[in-house]
């Protein structure tokens, strides 16, 4: 999200130095303190809701299994999730915000329906799409990858080599028994990003049930020319008894401009899961699975949602 252009900055700068130099009242001074405030306890209420249901992290070792087989187990797992999902449609709502103090000065939103058209070809489906009021940055291409690619993460048997994983420990989230690890890429490619931070691992399904981080890197050419990226969460829920797929991303993150910093808040829902009925075969567990028919109830539908 780089921070679009604007002729009047070094005006804009100009009246904060005066307002400097003019002699505040002490009503005046409260007043301005007040928005201040405000979004302190914005950022602190989201920074709870991020937090929501998670349990002390316990630097336990795990019983019965070691580190190495939990991870050879989740990356196994994801590579299913990874080829299950691609046979699946969805509908995709993006929202992406700016704020000056508490205030929303720009806007981006979408609605689209990820669907396959009559010859199994994935298509997406805009559904909805207002004129964009984003002022002070831009949708980039990186953007829209990471909301497609990386924001519903996945750490496959075959990207396990790129990162450094290290095991923290084990911890609650809601009714669910996980294993957390931070992992970080070993070496970042040229025009290749990845994804930087913290996982949580069911201790049964082996799957990931979530993810905080951030994409990474930042592009930055030269000062003006920054493409920056927030930090987010990413929860998944269990759809047709089976996979983890992710349902819910927000992010509410200050990006650092050399221009200045922009509060920014994105939130991606991904919804209503279907089975494409293909020739396709998916398997779970190393067993063929049927082809698409009436769904097994999920876990979500009945109320063990892990969205905040």
Sequence with gaps: MPPVSRDCDRQNASKRMMKKIIP???NRFVSRMIPCIAVLAVLSIA????DRGEGPLLADQPKQITVDDIVRKFASKEKEFKEAREQYTWRQS??????????????????VDVLFDDRGRRIENVVFAPQSTLQRISMTREDFEDIEKRMPFVLTSDEIPQYD????????EDELNTYVFDIHPKQME???RYFEGRIWV??????IVKTRGKNVPDVVKKKGQENLFPKFTTWREQVDGRYWFPTF???DDTLHFSSGDIHVRQTVKYTNYKRFGSKTRITYEGQELPSAGPKAPDKAQQGQSQKP
């Design 202 to 207: 069911d201790d049964q399904d082996f799957q």
């Design 249 to 251: 991303t927000r992010a």
């Design 190 to 192: 040229h025009n290749q």
């Design 94 to 111: 993006v929202k992406v915000q700016t704020l000056d103090g508490s205030v929303i000065d720009g806007e981006y939103q979408s609605v």
């Design 24 to 26: 505040m009242s002490w």
């Design 47 to 50: 920074a709870v809701a991020d």
């Design 165 to 172: 994983i290290k095991y923290l420990g084990q911890q609650k």
